[in-house]
Structure formats: structure tokens, C-alpha cells
């Protein structure tokens, strides 16, 4: 394993500390940093715009009329100036053509004086369209109205209205065209031109005069800004969104309105209004026209893809703000990752901040020098990678470097990126053999699967692997070549652990094929008759990290019973309902004994990654056990009271994925922002082994990280931010790889932007880890009224954006991009992780959940939170073929006793019987079974086109998403138990026991929001 920056010492181990990587100690993870809204001076005040002639006041009352009878107003956003170069809105005349909506732009005429300074730009009014009338006027622009009173927006002054400074890497911005008003054929204009984003607060007008610049807005090149506007999704990489085809903040603008319950003064939400996440979670493709060469959104979102340009900007965001990084995500369907060799020369990098060469970076004198796209500076091309440029500017080798017109690529990495050569993959197993291990079938499932996937192991030929097996003592196994069959070696002395013949404990699997499949045969039944019910769980750990210790690899750890011998024991604990509530409570879901997470460190130190399946239908402490996958890049898999004959598949197809899926071994990561911005804390499972270089011993597509970001600077000068994720690892093949994604976004000055291109995803993604860490300090309680209170802050502080509150009485408004936001904080609260307190949720199921929380990417978590809930017996009927993609809401109101569902949350299947549902569906589904209680009924293929159709079903959601394997759960209508604690409690719409339903959690958040 290599550091990443090569010649550069290495960096001490993460410090102790709680199991979930804490924010520091300075601020809580959910603290908002920065200073007080409001309390940075402008940099810049411009000198206000005399009146027009006739203008008999400095303000006016009067804004766009609103058309009676439309509910949705949409109030112009604040924070301009008043400009009395734009005519302000006429009322509407039966004169002029009906609009294409209900409110439409108003263009802005250009100005007739050449030494009229400018005035900012600003978001266009919004309101009827403007009479036309005779005189002299710009050609294809409606004419501006008599001079009347002007149209004033209140808030905050702009913060600077230069263009972008000389230093600056990005382009000047480029004028540009409003389009057309719709309906209007005759005043139709050229597309929108790409620009910038303005650099003032929200103001609408002609941009400033090009300024020269050095930096060149093609794509490895250099060539002097365009003359002619690019049309809309041409605009060269590092330059600003496009004015003309951004929504103004008021397009944004969603609201519900509060109604009474008829027959009482009780207020409430419609439910049918409520917005619903039914089409799962939505990659963000707001960026795609403005930077088109960014990487793919499944390896990097942004909670946000509008960087605030200042700190006091940055504090009215109430969100997190920071990045959901997934480095070995899946490529898109149909699409091909780049791998880039230099041999025999180095990586191509700036040489002061170390950014990778990428899409963003601009090549100039003649192709002999490049700039770089985060810190600025300008570096010597390499003479290998020297290529001229063409008459446009660009590099005339552009078609044939990917990596200067792809955001995501793969280089391999030379030798001064490597501290040892690289290691072969190592997968070693440790079972725990105890009575209860036998009893559940775990031992001869495990056994089975890995035989089954030895083909499949990734690095062949080099793949090694060894076996240890514990219950009171140790055992190892000689698989040597030369043996005809495996060799038992206990180790029974427990305080003084030592591993016999250390060379042979990890073989080469093909040279040693015929011993390890010799082994596995034999290893149900050597141990059928074991009695033991003891755990040796913490030497046995310590046993096999001896024998790792020189290679590294992954561990996959099998274990049943509670560890109860040597160092590492545990005892029973969580059994006090008294504790929840109070202060102590957080310390249940702590590791109880030190030992597990000094192991883990030891573990991360020597590349070794730990994965735990857990089975016990006791309590096994996965607080304690998950910490070994926590702070080792692993994973957690929890199977409460396991059998074979049920879950066995489920172990079967999760056991494979993880020993088949291509894994990064020995990887470090870092992710690089420019000047002004940086990372403060990062989530997930990883050891830290700087302030920001993240250890993952191995690393795989199913595995995600959080970060947040903060402020630096006091106010930041340009108009993109620039994101770059490396990934430096060891593929399974041998080589040294550098896995790179590059991602622009802009910089704003405006919080509505900021909100017009949030990111739902992310946000929940952060929030959730961030709630899951709080549980490991806090109250279970205090996490959820951080959520809670996290968005009503964002929602009070957007509805702040608004000037005309005492219009939005009884309605509660928020962002287009944020309209499931309260939905997901509401499904966060009641996830297993979150949800009630002692008797809602066992601890180490808890537990669980939130480890396997800490690492879902964005999709996958989303759908955990809200997952589908499908009608099938009109499907399975022939009567609604399309019925499978409907995906319904999660509220009992949508269950018809007549009915078949499915719900998926990406971990299990709930098949939902009616009462009333058809005897024939019950029988040609579930055959004799069919009347039967439906918890000692199992699903299986019949021989009739219903059961076959069902199953076709099922293995089409299974494929959507091979990470986890959902076993079918079968629950009929009123069978209770069984269908609350499945099911019910899952319907997150709606009310149960303490927790709120949707409407009434809309409703305390909107009161809050209004206080």
C-alpha cells in the first residue's frame, strides 16, 4: 500500500474514539458553524440608479397583480435592487394574447448608452406579460411601458458586481438571450447563451464586458472567448450556468394549504396532496448542460450543487452541506470506465495541490504549460505528454485522452505510488463451531457457498485463503499442497495465543485447490456432535490477525454466540428498560470493552478488512462487534435468530456477492476542493489516517461515504468550485490504480439557488449518519428532534426568502427540490436505527441497522426508508399489466382486503394477503398451505401460471438490486402479531402507537415553521 501523495511520511492512526467517526469536539454534528446571518458587510455597494422621471416614490406597494382564483402565488424572490431600466408589470389587458401559465418573464430591454454602468443582474419579474405598444423599442423585445412607480424587491444589497478576477480560471460570462415568451411566435429569439452565474444576489441584467484572460473555455486548449453565444448545453467546461435557462426562485415555489376538519376547527393537510416519493430516488441532472464533462451522479452528489459564496451565506443554509461519495460504484448501464497508462512516465498532477489532470484543466502557451482547475496554478506539461494545439485551441490528441474529456477515469499508477509491491487478494474465514452454530445449519450453508464461489474469487491465480474455526480453543487447518487432506491444529491456551506453523496456515487456492474443497466437504460433519458452548471469539482474533497480519486481505467473521472466554469477553446487557430515557442510555449502542476497536485499528494498520455475520436469536453485542467493521472499511450482516431452512438463501446470495463483487484492496482516499473550502468531518466505515486521507483496507461498489463541508474564507472570488475524489488502490489483478472523479459546480451569492438545486438524496444521506452518530452519544429521542428541528430551519429560513408572509397564512411552502425532504425526515425518525425506545426495537437489531445505515449508497438508503408498496393480484390476473410499476403509498388506505401486495424495502419481501382475497390466488400460490396460518407457510414454485408468474416477479426486483437478498415474509390480513411488527409499523404514513403520520408530522412542522 502506497500513501497516495508519493515521498510524503506517513500519517499517525485515527485517534481513539467513539465506533462512528464523530465530528470534533468543538461542535455538535448537527451545530451550525459560521457566523450570524446578516452580520457580513457587503464588499461592494453600488450606487443606486436614478428614478425614471415620472416615479413618485422609492418604493412601491403595488407588485404583479395575482389572476383570481389561482392558488399557487409565486412572489418575486428578494435581495435586488431597484432597477429602473426594467419596466415594472402591467396589469393584464383583454387586448393582449392569453399566457402559456399562470405567471411568465418579463425581459429587460438592453441599454441605449454604452458608459451606463450596468446594473446587476437579476432574476426576471414574474407576472403577466406586458402590453405591447407603438413607438420605438429593441427589435424581437416587447416595448417597456409608460415610466411609472417601480417595482422594489426588499433584501439584503449584493455582495460584488466585478466580472471574475484575472487569477481566476473561469471564462468571462458572454451575453445572453431571454427565450421566448410561449405563445408568442413573433417575438421568438435565439436560444439561451451560456453565462455565468451572477455575481451579485439575485439581480437580473446584461452582463459586464468581457474582461481578456489567459484561461481557455474549450477543453484542453486555449482560444479566446466566442463571439457568437454557444446555444444552451454547449457551454465550455468552468464557466457559470446559463441565465437563461435557470428558473427563478419563484418557479420553485411549492406550497400546501392548511384545511379544516369538516365538522371541527382541527386543522390538517389533504393527504392526497402530499408529495411522495414514488418513483424511488432521482439522480440530479441540473448540471448536465452547464458541465457536462462532470463525473456520473452515482459517484458523487452534492447535498447541494450551489457552493454559497460567503460564510453568512453558508450559515442560512440550515442543511448539511457537504458530499455522498460512492468511488467504486457501478458504471451507468452502457457505459465503459477509461483506464489511462503514462508508462513509462508519472501521473500527470499540479505539482502544488496534487489535483489529477482532468477535464477542467485549460493548456495554454502552445500546449507547453497547463493550469490547473483547483488552485490555479500554471505547471509544465511533461514532455511525453506534450501534444500542440489546434487553430481552436484544443489539444489535437483530445479524442485520445479520455481523461481530458471524461470526469471519471482510472490511471494506472507507477511504482513511486507503492510502499510494497502490491499484495495478492486474501480471503480468511473464522466460524464459530459452538452448539448453537451447528444447530441453526449456519456451518454447512457458509461451507457450501464458499465452495460454490472458489471459481469465482477474484485475482486468480494469486487469490490466497485459510480457515480458522473457534468455540473453547482455536482451531487452524495445514492446507499445504502437498497434503492429501487437511491438517487440525488447536491452540487451547487462551491467555498466550500463538499461531502453529504460520506458514502454511494461508495457501495459494489454485495450487491448493483439491485440500481447501476436501476441507469444506468435511466440515459439517466434523463438528455435528459438538457440545461446546463457549466462545473463544477474542483470541481466535487475535490468533488470526497474527496470520494476516504480513498480507492483509478481508476477514469474514461467522459468528453465534455471545464471545465468553479470554480477552474480549462480553456479558448480556441492554435488558433494563429503565436505562432508555436517560443519560446512559446512549452507552448500550457503545462497544463495551476497548479491546474490539484496539483490534480493529491493528487490523486497518495491517490492511486488513473485517466483514461480521452475526446469527443468534440472543443477544450477541453487534455494538461491540460492528466496531470491527467499522474502523476497518467492513460491513455488518445481521440474521436474528437464524435457520437454514428460511434464511439459508438469503445467506447463500449474500455470502457470494461479497467473496465475487470486484474489490480495491489496500486503498487510501482523499477528496480535493479548491482554495477557501474544505472537509471537516467525514461518515462511514474507515480508519482516518490524516486530517483527510481515508484507510479502507478494501473497498467495494456497495459502500458509501459522507463528508461535510465548511467555509474557509470569509467570501470566495470565483464562480466554480471545482470536487476531485482519488481512490488509490490495488486491483485484484495486481496492478495499482488511481480511480478519479471530477465534478464543477458553481458558486452563488444566492440562497434560493442554493435551494433550487439541493439534493434530497444526499441530504437524507448525511442526515441519517449524522442522526446514527448522535444515538452513540444521546438519547435516541435527541436525534430525532435533531432532525426534526434541522428542517424546520431550512423551511423557515426559505420561507423567509418572501416578502409577502401575511399572503402565505395557512400554507406551508417549500423548494421543488425539497418536497419529499419532510417525508424521508419522517421515515428516518421511524427507522430501526431511530425509531421509539426499549420495547420498539431489539438492541442488536438496532444496532445492526444502523451499521448497515453508515454505508448504503444514496439509492439503496432511500429505498430503505421508503420502500415500494405494489399491488400484484391485478397483475398476476391479467387484469393490469402495468400494475407492477405502480408503486403505491405507504398508508393502510391503499390496502384493499380484496388484494395482493408486496412491499420491498431492499432487504426483505412482505407478501400482504387480504381477508378477502381470492381463494384461487391463495391456493395456486401458496398450494395446501393456502388456509393455513401464513408464518408456518412457505413460498415456493407451483406448477400453475400464477405461481410462476409471482416468482418472475420477485426475481425481477431481486435483479434490480444484487447487493442484499430479500427473503419472502408471507403476513395475511388481521393476523396479528405477525402483521404489525412486519408490516404496520412499517406504513410510515401513518400513525402508530407514539410516532406521527404524515399529515400530522407536516402539520408540527409547519406550525413550527410559522412560530
Known amino acids: ?94 387586448n393582449a394574447p392569453p399566457a402559456a401559465g399562470t405567471f411568465l418573464r418579463f425581459p429587460p430591454p438592453p441599454f441605449s448608452s454604452s458608459g451606463q454602468v450596468p446594473p446587476q443582474q437579476r432574476a426576471p419579474f414574474v407576472g403577466p406579460p406586458p402590453i405591447q405598444q407603438s413607438g420605438s423599442q429593441p427589435p424581437s423585445f416587447p416595448s417597456p411601458p409608460q415610466p411609472q412607480t417601480p417595482f422594489v424587491q426588499m433584501g439584503s444589497p449584493p455582495q460584488s458586481i466585478s466580472p471574475a478576477p484575472m487569477g481566476s480560471n473561469v471564462p468571462p460570462p458572454t451575453p445572453t438571450h431571454q427565450p421566448p ?181 485549460t493548456f495554454t502557451e502552445a500546449g507547453r504549460k497547463f493550469r490547473c482547475n483547483v488552485c490555479t496554478l500554471l505547471n509544465d506539461v511533461p514532455s511525453e505528454y506534450y501534444a500542440q494545439l489546434d487553430a481552436t485551441g484544443k489539444r489535437v490528441d483530445l479524442d485520445q485522452r479520455p481523461e481530458l474529456t471524461k470526469g471519471t477515469v482510472e490511471f494506472v499508477a507507477p511504482a513511486e505510488y507503492m510502499v510494497r509491491p502490491p499484495m495478492p487478494p486474501v480471503y480468511f474465514f473464522l466460524i464459530d463451531v459452538s452448539i448453537s452454530a451447528v444447530r441453526s445449519g449456519m456451518i454447512q450453508i457458509v461451507a457450501e457457498t464458499i465452495k460454490s464461489c472458489l471459481d469465482e474469487l477474484p485475482g486468480f491465480p494469486r487469490t490466497q485463503i485459510g480457515f480458522a474455526t473457534f468455540d473453547s480453543t482455536i482451531h487452524f487447518y495445514n492446507m499445504k499442497s502437498s497434503l492429501t487432506q487437511p491438517q487440525m491444529l488447536v491452540v487451547s491456551d487462551l491467555d498466550d495465543v500463538f499461531v502453529p506453523l504460520p506458514d502454511d496456515l494461508l495457501v495459494n487456492l489454485s495450487e491448493s485447490r483439491s485440500v481447501v474443497e476436501t476441507f469444506l466437504d468435511s466440515l459439517p460433519s466434523m463438528f455435528q456432535d459438538n457440545a461446546n458452548v463457549e466462545s473463544a471469539f477474542g483470541p481466535a482474533l487475535k490468533a488470526v490477525f497474527m496470520v494476516m497480519s504480513q498480507l492483509g486481505g478481508k476477514l469474514l467473521i461467522f459468528q453465534n454466540t455471545l464471545p465468553s472466554l479470554g480477552v474480549g469477553r462480553l456479558k448480556l446487557r441492554g435488558d433494563d428498560s429503565r436505562v432508555y430515557g436517560t443519560d446512559k442510555e446512549h452507552v448500550l449502542r457503545l462497544p463495551e470493552d476497548p479491546f474490539y476497536k484496539q483490534m480493529a485499528a491493528e487490523f486497518s494498520k495491517f490492511q486488513i478488512s473485517t466483514n461480521v455475520y452475526a446469527f443468534s436469536d440472543k443477544y450477541t453485542d453487534i455494538a461491540s462487534l460492528g466496531t470491527l467493521a467499522k474502523y476497518t472499511a467492513g460491513q455488518v450482516y445481521y440474521y436474528p435468530a437464524f435457520q437454514s431452512a428460511i434464511h439459508g438463501e438469503k445467506l447463500r446470495h449474500e455470502l457470494r456477492r461479497d467473496l465475487t463483487r470486484e474489490t480495491a484492496w489496500e486503498a487510501v482516499m482523499r477528496i480535493r476542493c479548491a482554495k477557501g473550502v474544505r472537509f471537516t468531518t467525514y461518515h462511514g466505515n474507515f480508519m482516518l489516517r490524516s486530517t483527510d486521507l481515508l484507510a479502507l483496507p478494501a473497498v467495494d461498489c456497495d459502500k458509501a461515504f459522507a463528508m461535510q463541508l465548511s467555509l474557509e474564507e470569509t467570501l470566495l472570488t470565483t464562480q466554480t468550485m471545482y470536487f476531485q475524489v482519488a481512490l488509490l488502490y490495488t486491483a485484484s489483478c495486481g496492478e495499482r490504480r488511481i480511480r478519479v472523479h471530477t465534478m464543477a459546480v458553481p458558486v452563488v451569492t444566492d440562497l434560493g439557488e442554493m435551494y433550487r438545486l439541493a439534493d434530497t438524496g444526499a441530504i437524507v444521506s448525511l442526515f441519517s449518519r449524522l442522526a446514527i452518530e448522535k444515538t452513540l452519544s444521546q438519547k435516541l429521542e435527541d436525534a430525532r428532534t435533531a432532525v426534526q428541528l434541522k428542517i424546520v430551519k431550512a423551511l423557515k429560513e426559505y420561507r423567509n426568502l418572501y416578502a409577502v408572509q401575511h399572503r402565505l397564512a395557512n400554507r406551508m411552502i417549500y423548494p421543488e427540490s425539497l418536497k419529499f425532504l419532510m417525508l424521508y425526515g419522517l421515515a428516518l425518525c421511524r427507522s430501526m436505527a431511530l425509531r421509539g425506545g426499549f420495547g420498539d426495537a431489539p438492541l442488536d437489531e438496532r444496532c445492526a441497522a444502523g451499521h448497515t445505515m453508515m454505508v448504503l449508497p444514496i439509492k439503496r438508503l432511500l429505498k430503505l426508508l421508503y420502500p415500494s408498496l405494489i399491488r400484484l393480484d391485478e397483475y398476476l390476473l391479467k387484469v393490469d399489466l402495468k400494475s407492477i410499476e405502480r408503486r403505491l403509498a405507504l398508508t393502510m388506505e391503499n390496502l384493499d382486503s380484496r388484494g395482493l401486495y408486496i412491499y420491498d424495502d431492499g432487504f426483505r419481501f412482505i407478501l400482504w394477503f387480504g381477508k378477502g382475497v381470492s381463494p384461487e390466488i391463495a391456493r395456486n400460490l401458496l398450494g395446501a398451505d393456502f388456509a393455513a396460518e401464513l408464518s408456518k407457510a412457505t413460498l415456493s414454485e407451483h406448477d400453475n401460471e400464477m405461481s410462476r408468474g409471482l416468482m418472475r416477479v420477485l426475481e425481477k426486483f431481486r435483479n434490480a438490486d444484487r447487493a442484499y437478498y430479500q427473503l419472502c415474509y408471507l403476513v395475511r390480513q388481521g393476523e396479528q402479531p405477525r402483521e404489525g411488527f412486519l408490516l404496520l409499523t412499517n406504513l410510515v404514513e401513518d400513525q402508530m402507537g407514539g410516532n406521527n403520520g404524515y399529515s400530522d408530522w407536516m402539520l408540527q412542522i409547519s406550525r413550527q415553521v410559522q412560530q
Open 1 to 94: 500500500m502506497g500513501t497516495e501523495n508519493p515521498g510524503r511520511p506517513g500519517f499517525p492512526a485515527r485517534p481513539a474514539s467513539l465506533p462512528f467517526a464523530a465530528a470534533p469536539q468543538t461542535a455538535t454534528p448537527f451545530s451550525s458553524t459560521g457566523p450570524v446571518a446578516g452580520s457580513e458587510p457587503p464588499s461592494f455597494r453600488p450606487t443606486a440608479m436614478p428614478p425614471p422621471p415620472q416615479a413618485s416614490s422609492l418604493f412601491s406597494s403595488s407588485g404583479p397583480p395575482v389572476r383570481p382564483g389561482v392558488p399557487g402565488f409565486r412572489p418575486a424572490p428578494p435581495g435586488t435592487f431597484n432597477d429602473p431600466s426594467v419596466p415594472p408589470p402591467q396589469p393584464p389587458s383583454a
Open 181 to 361: 415568451f410561449p405563445g408568442y411566435a413573433r417575438m421568438q429569439q435565439p436560444p439561451p447563451a451560456h453565462s455565468s452565474f451572477p455575481p451579485s444576489q439575485g439581480n437580473y441584467g446584461p452582463p459586464p464586458p468581457p474582461v481578456s484572460s489567459p484561461f481557455l473555455p474549450q477543453p484542453g486548449g486555449y482560444a479566446p472567448s466566442p463571439a457568437v453565444a454557444a446555444p444552451l448545453g454547449m457551454q465550455p467546461p468552468g464557466s457559470g450556468p446559463p441565465i437563461g435557462g435557470i428558473q427563478g426562485l419563484a418557479e420553485d415555489f411549492n406550497s400546501l394549504t392548511v384545511q379544516t376538519r369538516p365538522g371541527t376547527m382541527d386543522p390538517l393537510f389533504d393527504s392526497s396532496e402530499l408529495p411522495r416519493p414514488l418513483d424511488g430516488d432521482v439522480e440530479p441532472k441540473n448540471l448536465d448542460a452547464m458541465y457536462p464533462m462532470n463525473c456520473h451522479p452515482r459517484y458523487l452528489r452534492l447535498t447541494t450543487s450551489a457552493v454559497p459564496s460567503s460564510q453568512s451565506l453558508a450559515s442560512r443554509w440550515h442543511l448539511p452541506l457537504g458530499a455522498v461519495v460512492c468511488p467504486l460504484a457501478e458504471p451507468p448501464e452502457g457505459e465503459e470506465l477509461s483506464v489511462v497508462s503514462f508508462a513509462p512516465a508519472s501521473v500527470v498532477r499540479c505539482r502544488r495541490c496534487r489535483t489529477y489532470v482532468n477535464p477542467y484543466m
